[in-house]
């Protein structure tokens, strides 16, 4: 069994058993010291003592505690301490009701926003679309324009080739008459002075090879180079 030294009124004193201190009804204050300890501690503060500092309830009596101020006193606290409630409460359901409504506009907030949203998008889904299909269209006429203009360039090409045949032909038909009529100026049915003869013999040439000239250019247009 443990014995405790105790400090008081400036003398120590011990040992002495825990019923020895019960007797002696030492303070809470008291520093006590054992065998273990590292020094002085109050007497509170040791596990082993606090049971003596328990305080004992006097006997119960009821007509006493009936007429006792202090429970006259706690029921009005009570009924004061309901009365006080009751505003808290009251405010209490105000938070609530208003935290509710918060969300509930959040909410509505979040949807109407989200409507606005799902609506932009489909507007631009609508105009994404629309401008595809004036591409596929302007695409389209582009390609029948261009179609066009190659039939058209197709309708030139063979106009001018026509007309470059029927000029080809006139060429011929010139060329060959320039021919006829050069052999005839070398043949001896020519009737006229010599210098004469020499004259015409050569601007007969000078036709012939400019005749040429132009049929083969008309040949080279036509067929390209030989």
Same mark, same amino acid.
């Given at each position: 069994? +443990? ?17 020895? %201190? ?12 054992? &065998? ?15 049971? %003596? ?11 006493? /505690? ?6 006259? *006193?706690? +029921? !009005? ?12 409460? $009251? ?16 909410? *509505? ?17 609508? $105009? ?17 324009? !261009?179609?066009?203009? #190659? ?14 045949? #029927? &000029? ?6 010139? /060329?060959? #008459?320039?021919?006829?009529? %050069?052999?005839?100026?070398?043949? !001896?049915?020519?009737?006229? *002075?010599?210098?004469? +003869? ?27 180079? #030989?």
């Amino acid at each position: 069994m +443990k014995t405790y030294f105790i400090h008081s009124e400036g003398q120590q004193l011990g040992p002495f058993s825990v019923e020895e %201190l019960k007797q002696r009804k030492i303070s809470r204050d008291t520093p006590v010291w054992c &065998e273990g300890m590292d020094g002085w501690e109050l007497a509170i503060t040791v596990e082993e003592l606090k049971t %003596l500092f328990i305080s004992t309830p006097p006997p119960f009596n009821n007509s006493k /505690l009936a007429d006792s101020p202090s429970l006259t *006193a706690e +029921k !009005s606290s009570g009924e004061t301490k309901v009365s006080e409630e009751q505003p808290e409460k $009251k405010s209490n359901t105000w938070i609530y009701i208003s935290f509710v409504l918060l969300i509930c506009i959040s909410i *509505a907030f979040f949807t109407y926003q989200q409507i606005q949203i799902n609506g932009l998008e489909s507007e631009v889904i609508e $105009k994404t679309d629309s401008i595809k299909e004036l591409k596929r269209i302007s695409t389209g006429q582009a390609q029948a324009l !261009s179609e066009m203009t #190659q039939e058209e360039e197709m309708r030139a090409n063979v106009e001018k080739r026509e007309t470059l045949k #029927q &000029e080809l032909n006139g060429l011929n038909m010139k /060329l060959q #008459q320039a021919k006829d009529k %050069l052999a005839k100026l070398n043949s !001896s049915e020519f009737e006229g *002075a010599p210098e004469d +003869k020499i004259e015409m013999i050569q601007t007969q040439e000078g036709e012939i090879r400019s005749l040429e000239s132009q049929v083969k250019q008309i040949n080279q247009e036509l067929y390209g180079a #030989q």
